[in-house]
T-cell receptor, first 115, second 111 residues
């Protein structure tokens, strides 16, 4: 099946710093990428949807200025958590879907810990 | 936002037994998908069932869909300890381009 990678897999940072997470589709062109957040023992909550070359669509309650999403190419989307705080500590997962595809392929996730 | 509920929230069974997980949703859908997640890992796609399908099989997995009740079930037959994981249903709505996940069921298979 299609492969989606994320980098880094784990990051620890100090409060107030910004963290960038990359999501890449390795063997297909992802016209749409999605970013999810998952707190311990909870389900995935969709944060935003991004289409290549256009602005991301954020879900209600997600601050667009805090979670910057860039989908600059058909194989790469980045999520930047700006001025991270301890409450932003979570598991961030991206997924990608190719044009007309029904299946979303998920990355392995990035665990963020903000001290 | 989450689409619906899954039950049970947690399920513990012996190896060899069957495991059944249920998922309910609220809006009209294009398809419903089941995913598996091992602890602290990403999601693995298990099976997709379209709104005009009622049942689908894949190996030891059997998925049913009842659009009149807005519910789906995932059956894992002859469970193995390696099936221990969290299982999520996710719906793909007609008017959306995104998956909305249920709360998930934590399955533990004891050997």
């Amino acid at each position: 099946g299609a492969v989606v990678s994320q980098h880094p897999s784990r990051v620890i940072c100090k409060s107030g710093t910004s963290v960038k997470i990359e999501c890449r589709s390795l063997d297909f062109q992802a016209t749409t990428m999605f970013w999810y957040r998952q707190f311990p023992k909870q389900s995935l909550m969709l944060m935003a949807t991004s289409n290549e070359g256009s602005k991301a669509t954020y879900e209600q309650g997600v601050e667009k200025d805090k979670f910057l999403i860039n989908h600059a190419s058909l194989t790469l989307s980045t999520l930047t958590v700006t001025s991270a705080h301890p409450e932003d500590s979570s598991f961030y997962i991206c997924s990608a879907r190719d044009y007309g595809g029904e299946t979303q392929y998920f990355g392995p996730g990035t665990r963020l810990l903000v001290l | 936002s989450q689409q619906g509920e899954e039950d049970p929230q947690a399920l513990s069974i012996q190896e060899g037994e069957n495991a059944t997980m249920n998922c309910s949703y609220k809006t009209s859908i294009n398809n419903l998908q089941w995913y598996r997640q091992n602890s602290g890992r990403g999601l693995v796609h298990l099976i997709l069932i379209r709104s005009n399908e009622r049942e689908k099989h894949s190996g030891r997995l059997r998925v049913t869909l009842d659009t009149s009740k807005k519910s789906s079930s995932l059956l894992i037959t002859a469970s193995r300890a390696a099936d221990t994981a969290s299982y999520f249903c996710a719906t793909d709505a007609w008017n959306g381009n995104k998956l909305v996940f249920g709360a998930g069921t934590i399955l533990r298979v004891k050997s």
